[in-house]
């Protein structure tokens, strides 16, 4: 019934942003949790960034603190990872991961991948210098 589709991925050069879109279907609210986690190759899923169920407050992961910024997105059910200053680092698919109607993601949102119901396929995340 949920579905969970990320898009805005692409191949950018080093220093460019990327503005990621999750869109959420299958929800009667628009105020979930949402995180947002990527993995690149031959290493484990990490943790990125998420939003907190009702509220508009935010975490990032340390590595990517001061550069990527997750917002509610204008568009119904959306939520956006805008990503500036790319590094080779960065190269990733991203996905993004929305929690069940019954889990709530206080303050800042969820943090751990476990804690999210609803997964995309996710985007590939490019950097080249």
């Known amino acids: 019934q949920v579905e969970v589709v990320e898009s805005g991925g692409g191949s950018v050069q080093v220093g460019a942003s990327l503005r990621l879109t999750c869109s959420v279907s299958g929800r009667t609210d628009s105020t979930y949790g949402v995180g947002w986690f990527r993995q690149a190759p031959g290493k484990e899923r990490e943790f990125v960034a998420a939003?907190?169920?009702?509220?508009?407050?935010?975490t990032q992961a340390d590595s990517v603190k001061s550069r990527f910024t997750i917002s509610r997105g204008t568009a119904k059910n959306t939520v956006s990872l805008l990503m500036m200053n790319l590094e080779l680092e960065d190269t990733a698919v991203y996905y993004c991961a929305a929690v069940s109607p019954f889990y709530y993601c206080a303050g800042t949102g969820c943090l751990a991948d476990v804690e999210y119901d609803y997964w995309g396929q996710g985007t590939q995340v490019t950097v080249s210098s």
């Open positions: 939003i907190g169920t009702k509220t508009g407050m935010s």
